[in-house]
């Protein structure tokens, strides 16, 4: 298992830190967690062939988790080479339908796959919710941000990932995360500006100890966070490892 940090940044553009996406390749399935502006170029710089990706599933729909899902859908259609025939999933909380309705609403067929290969699931943002495709599961959980929002924990062959999407400090979480592998949490400002419906590296840390998750990564830095020792004020609360997650970080498992 293998995750790759995509995008460590937010909606504050950065040079160094593009918006939200991040990608974990099981044994049989390459899953993008968010999409943002500029992922498809992130995917580029891994080395990634977008057409490799099986699922992508959103956390929520703010334009920095989401922007590049039409070039994405776009790139299907218009590919260069050989067109991926295998179906790939498009997940998210209730009202992905509806945002990729949208979408085609103003591109119209361009960006719908041909020969059906696009399937889209709802996840549940009300209650925990689990999905099972390839060996491999996908479970959620709601999240303490915007309404809907949900955090992801990948599970395959005994190991674990858990992504909390954007969320402050969340009990639904912690109880996600417990015992995961790694435990990428959301960090968008350091303790001493601490914005609503987000975590601080002490949260993110309080989190991860109370779910006894093996390896704690932060993400999701707005331009303070990279003024800081973010790392020494999470070390106060987490006793594990901790990684500042920077763009296309690869994290074995």
């Not at 990706?53 to 039409?70: E, G, K, N, R, W």
């Amino acid at each position: 298992m293998e995750v790759i940090i995509l995008g460590s940044g937010t909606a504050t553009p950065q040079l160094e830190r593009n918006a939200s996406g991040t990608l974990v390749r099981t044994s049989s399935l390459n899953v993008l967690v968010d999409i943002g502006p500029g992922i498809m170029r992130r995917l580029c710089e891994a080395r990634v062939d977008y057409r490799e990706i099986d699922v992508i599933l959103l956390t929520h729909f703010h334009p920095d988790h989401v922007s590049d899902l039409a070039p994405f859908l776009f790139a299907h259609n218009y590919a260069y080479g050989t067109m991926r025939s295998e179906g790939f999933f498009l997940m998210g909380p209730c009202g992905v339908e509806q945002l990729y309705g949208g979408l085609v609403n103003i591109y119209g067929s361009w960006i719908v796959p041909s020969s059906n290969r696009l399937m889209i699931r709802e996840l549940n943002e009300s209650r925990p919710d689990d999905f099972f495709f390839k060996g491999v599961e996908i479970v959620s959980s709601p999240a303490e941000h915007s309404r809907p929002c949900i955090s992801i924990r990948i599970n395959d062959h005994g190991k674990s990932v858990t992504i909390s999407g954007d969320s402050a400090y969340s009990d639904n979480l912690v109880t996600l995360a417990w015992t995961t592998d790694v435990f990428v949490c959301e960090c968008s400002m350091p303790d001493e500006n601490m914005i609503s419906g987000h975590s601080t590296p002490s949260i993110a840390a309080r989190m991860a100890s109370l779910a006894e998750a093996k390896k704690l990564v932060l993400t999701h830095f707005y331009p303070p966070c990279d003024q800081v020792d973010v790392v020494a004020q999470a070390s106060l609360f987490y006793s594990g490892p901790i990684v500042k997650s920077e763009d296309l970080l690869k994290i074995e498992i």
